[in-house]
């Protein structure tokens, strides 16, 4: 028994010590896909509420923060959106269970006036091309606006990502991102995932090769690039009511759900599904609509 109780004290640290590391570590496969802010978070600094849309995907991030007067999110000031760029994790972060080290890469930096005061701030620091007008994007990489800084100056993010299997969240940023040393805590903006529905409809032109080569063709690149189906209606005759005035817009019907924007406009783009999107244009007229939220 003595030397039972001997190798346990030796093992036991050891064992825990693997433990904690283990709880803490998660790759970027784990934390592919859009994550939300469920509520607008208020900014002690800033005094303002900011709402923040992450995605990530095959180790590249891109960014939309959006500024709001009101915890609602309706009195909206301004959005702020990276485009992609890329990170990497790094190791786990002293003292913060379940967080990594993440160096992220700034890409290029466009902003958007929502409301009249933003605007003469924008055109008063002389951000952009200058004439600015509410709900048009400017980029503002290489000078910076106001509080933005250029990415000259400010090349790359160096933060922390804490991630528990379920909610995303990454360092506090009331401090300085562009130099170390890192955030010491995680940010009260805590994000959930949200995946990304594509709503299609589709007027058929060519029955037999809609359906009989396309349908079938298509399906493993959609499946490749991370999609999936999640709704298929077909009209076989489109209704027509005099009350409602109208006609069915087409013949299907279709939800697909996607981990991300990034990951839809990676299959849409792709090499895999190329010679399908010709075949589609051919025998089919298709309406894509993406949004991030289906039903209730």
Known sequence: MG?????LRVLWPLALALAGSTSQAFSVNDIAGRWETPAPVYDEASKVFGSYALEMRDRQWTLLFTASADAAGQQRLFSLRVGPSAYSLGKPVPGLANALEGDFERGSLHLTAHAAPMVAMFNGAACGRGDWQIGIEQEVTAGGCAFIPPRSSCPQEFDIVAFDGRALSFGDRSGNLCALPRPASPSKAVM?????????????????????KYVP???PSVQQYGGKFTQTLRALHPVVDPKLQGTLPGQMFIVQEWPSMMAF?????SPEYAPWSALRARAADVQVTLTTAVGK
């Open 3 to 7: 030397l039972h109780r001997k190798i």
């Open 192 to 212: 959930v995932r949200k995946p990304v529905h594509a709503m299609i409809q589709a007027r058929i032109k060519d029955p037999g090769e809609f359906f009989g």
């Open 217 to 219: 063709g298509h399906l």
């Open 265 to 269: 406009d990676a299959w849409w783009n």
